[in-house]
């Protein structure tokens, strides 16, 4: 056994799964408490989708801007009723296993947060089977680099993922801003019941439009890196705040748990937060609404605040 999750006694126990667990436990649409798998899917797409119409027929924005020269590479920007050189913009990555999903879906959390004078940036990449991780990797830090030359004022960039949008936040935990020319002013990390350990995904039928070997996942797990060579954050100050829904799978549940001691033996400034009473999909849902714990920006205690504005 080696010691990918934390010891050689201890082994990664996906590594005992049986082939269909592994499948079940890397399938969140299994683990819905108060819908069907195929139900919920389709809920989210909808609640997506909504929320981004609604995003875009209220309120200043910028649609499909070019971050890059690829024609998947754009990003839109939603911006809060009150005018400031110096907003806040809290970055999104959504998630659909690095093969489905897309901005113009997932505008989930634009309208409670501009609403609190946050500018929302929700961002595309190509999705596999047309981009590879490393590229996807190598396009949201692009993007992230294109919005701080683009505000350089900006009060701070707050990266959101979902999913496998999470892993790709949580990998520019270990980006190398200065081959970028520009360090953006990283403030907070919320990974919402992200993987971070791509491997065992290698193993599940998520693969199949991934082609992930065993190389390309080690590169492309923040868990994998910061085990092995812990990084350090540029602004001490910068927290991370690691969230996964309490219906979400023990698999996804031990990911995100192991990614927060990670971090917080690196001297991260990270806290972790098991979400009561809902899954991996209903997280999002409620991220639209303005009256839920982690949408209110101003009030304590909140895991919002303390990622957005400590
Ligand atoms: N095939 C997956 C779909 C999925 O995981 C997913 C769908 C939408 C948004 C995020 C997702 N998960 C991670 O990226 C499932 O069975 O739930």
């Known amino acids: 056994m080696d010691d990918l999750d934390g010891g050689p006694k201890r082994g990664a126990p996906w590594k005992r799964m049986s082939k269909e667990e592994l499948e079940n436990q890397y399938s969140p649409s299994r683990w819905v408490v108060r819908l069907g798998a195929e139900e919920a899917l389709r809920t ?3 609640i997506g989708n909504e929320a981004t119409k609604r995003a875009q027929a209220t309120g200043r924005n910028l649609l499909d801007v070019p971050y890059g020269d690829g024609e998947g590479e754009k990003l839109d920007i939603y911006f809060p009723e009150a005018v400031s050189e110096a907003l806040p913009f809290l970055m999104f990555f959504h998630g659909g296993y690095w093969q489905s999903g ?7 959390m634009v309208s409670p947060l501009t609403a609190q004078g946050v500018a929302v940036v929700i961002v595309a990449y190509d999705i596999a089977p047309k981009g590879t991780l490393d590229q996807m990797v190598d396009q949201v830090t692009q993007s992230i680099v294109f919005v701080q030359k683009q505000y ?4 701070g960039i707050y990266l ?4 496998a949008g999470a892993h790709l936040a ?14 953006p002013n990283l403030k907070g990390f919320f990974l919402v019941s992200g993987i971070y350990d791509l491997e065992p995904v290698m193993h599940t039928s998520e693969n199949a439009s991934l082609l992930t070997t065993l190389e390309v996942a080690q590169r492309n797990s923040p868990q994998w890196h910061l085990q092995t060579a812990p990084t350090q954050p540029v602004d001490p100050a910068c927290r991370i705040l690691v969230t996964v829904g309490q219906h979400d799978s023990p698999e996804f549940h031990r990911q995100s748990r192991e990614l927060y001691q990670t971090l917080r033996r690196g001297g991260w400034k990270a806290s972790f937060e098991e979400l009561h ?4 999909f209903e997280i999002l849902w409620n991220l639209t609404q303005k009256d839920y714990v982690l949408t209110q920006v101003g009030c304590i205690p909140s895991p919002w605040t303390e990622c957005i504005l400590l």
């Open 152 to 155: 350089p004022g900006n009060q």
């Open 102 to 108: 897309s901005k113009d879906s997932s505008a989930f």
């Open 277 to 280: 009473d809902v899954d991996h």
């Open 44 to 46: 989210y797409s909808q």
């Open 170 to 183: 949580a990998m520019m935990l270990l980006a190398n801003w200065t081959e970028h020319g520009v360090t």
């Open 160 to 163: 959101c993922g979902h999913s």
